[in-house]
């Protein structure tokens, strides 16, 4: 192991991004006595409220001055989006490093790369091929058999840039909403569940991974989370952690990050893509185990020993969505108070929009299964 010295608690830490993520991370980070720098377009961000520094770019050719009164005074860099312009991170780790670095934000900012790599690493993935025209989309189709579900390679999220094609017919105006060239088909998978799972790897080489977790989704948008999985599943979780601690080790990754799983009936896991960041999926480390997500990116950031992540209790997360803020007469929050074990979390963001995430809502029980019944019933008192 090489031998890195640790960044101390009193120094500034950057984030690229001000979204929710990084308004977690500041939390946590401000509680260990670091201070933090948010780079983010949008005044009044989530993250901004909590920074001690928010820095809003200008125009495009101001970049570099833009980022060098940002990155300056930093001790290290962090991320909470993928989408962070490589050409940026370049210009802001001549005063610290970024972390993750740029190498594996390539990888995981492109979904042909990223779903190229990780196949290339010897692990599993969803069956894909490259589109850049409505023919792609056609072979693809009878090679996989319909559906198929494409994907624009760039800047997806929540369901976002993915289109579901049934037939030939429709793989012309499928491609042409997609509005780009750079594209992945999938094989639909008939999925018996979708599960996560958390790691983190420190500049010196340490390595963790935490407990599987188990998601639904609605509307291709997280909803729910759990951990531990079902019992069904809990059998994939070894197999998970040597996935995820080979991705960790492979691409020598630094900081923390979620990779997301479908697990086929017949063929086991399967990697659906790469989160170089803390994942929604994770929000319920926030409270359930003793390390959360969180301290851990703060942890492998600093390059800090990294912290246990076997010590839990069982609970789970439901999003808050903008569309619970049209649902009823207002928002009722007591019920999320009316028992301790129940924890809201609220993002600071002003107006709800359908598929928002404007929050969300921990339960920890005795089992993952009462954790699950306690967070549905509560979210829908919110409403009632
Ligand atoms: P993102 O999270 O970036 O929007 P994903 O590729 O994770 O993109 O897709 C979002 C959700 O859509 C998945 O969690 C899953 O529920 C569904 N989905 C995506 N790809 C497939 C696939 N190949 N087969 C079945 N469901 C899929
Ligand atoms: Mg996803």
């Given at each position: ?33 670091y201070h933090v720098a948010v780079l983010e377009h949008e005044a009044n961000c989530p993250a901004s409220q909590a920074a001690d520094r928010h820095v809003i770019p200008s125009a495009d050719d101001q970049m570099p001055a833009t980022i060098d009164s940002f990155a300056r005074h930093l001790s290290a860099i962090t991320l909470e989006f993928e989408n962070v312009n490589a050409d940026w ?294 409403t009632t």
């Amino acid at each position: 192991m090489v031998t890195l010295a640790s960044i101390e608690p009193g120094s500034w830490l950057g984030i690229f991004g001000g979204g929710q993520l990084g308004r977690m991370f500041t939390h946590a980070a401000q509680a260990r006595g670091y201070h933090v720098a948010v780079l983010e377009h949008e005044a009044n961000c989530p993250a901004s409220q909590a920074a001690d520094r928010h820095v809003i770019p200008s125009a495009d050719d101001q970049m570099p001055a833009t980022i060098d009164s940002f990155a300056r005074h930093l001790s290290a860099i962090t991320l909470e989006f993928e989408n962070v312009n490589a050409d940026w991170l370049q210009l802001a780790a001549r005063f610290a490093p970024t972390r993750p670095g740029a190498e594996f934000l390539n990888v995981c900012q492109h979904r042909f790369r990223e779903k190229s790599a990780v196949q290339a690493a010897g692990f599993p993935v969803t069956p894909f091929q490259p589109v850049s025209c409505a023919q792609d989309i056609i072979d693809a189709g009878h090679v996989f058999g319909w559906p198929v579900i494409v994907k624009t390679c760039r800047s997806g999220y929540d369901g976002k840039g993915q289109v579901v094609v049934s037939t030939a017919e429709q793989a012309a105006e499928a491609f042409k909403s997609l509005q780009t060239d750079e594209a992945i088909a999938e094989k639909r998978i008939d999925f018996v569940a979708e599960v996560s799972m958390l790691g983190a790897r420190s500049p010196s080489g340490e390595i963790v991974t935490y407990p599987l977790v188990e998601n639904s989704h609605a509307n291709h948008i997280l909803d729910i989370s759990r951990c531990p999985v079902s019992p069904a599943l809990t059998h994939y979780e070894s197999h998970a952690e040597q996935i995820v601690a080979g991705i960790a080790q492979q691409f020598r990754v630094e900081g923390l990050f979620c990779v997301e799983f479908f697990i086929d009936a017949r063929q086991g896991l399967m990697v659906n893509e790469i989160a170089p960041r803390p994942h929604n999926s994770g929000h319920l480390t926030i409270e359930a185990f003793s390390v959360s997500q969180f301290d851990q990116q703060l942890r492998a950031l600093c390059n800090l020993p990294l912290g246990s992540t076997k010590e839990y209790r069982p609970a789970a997360m439901a999003n808050l969505l903008g569309d619970l803020w049209f649902a009823g007469q207002g928002m009722n929050w007591s019920a999320a108070f009316a028992q301790s074990n129940t924890f809201l979390h609220l993002y600071g963001k002003s107006e709800p929009r359908i598929g928002r995430k404007m929050g969300h809502l921990t339960c920890l029980a005795d089992t993952a299964e009462q954790a699950v019944e306690r967070v549905q019933q509560i979210r829908q008192a919110f409403t009632t």
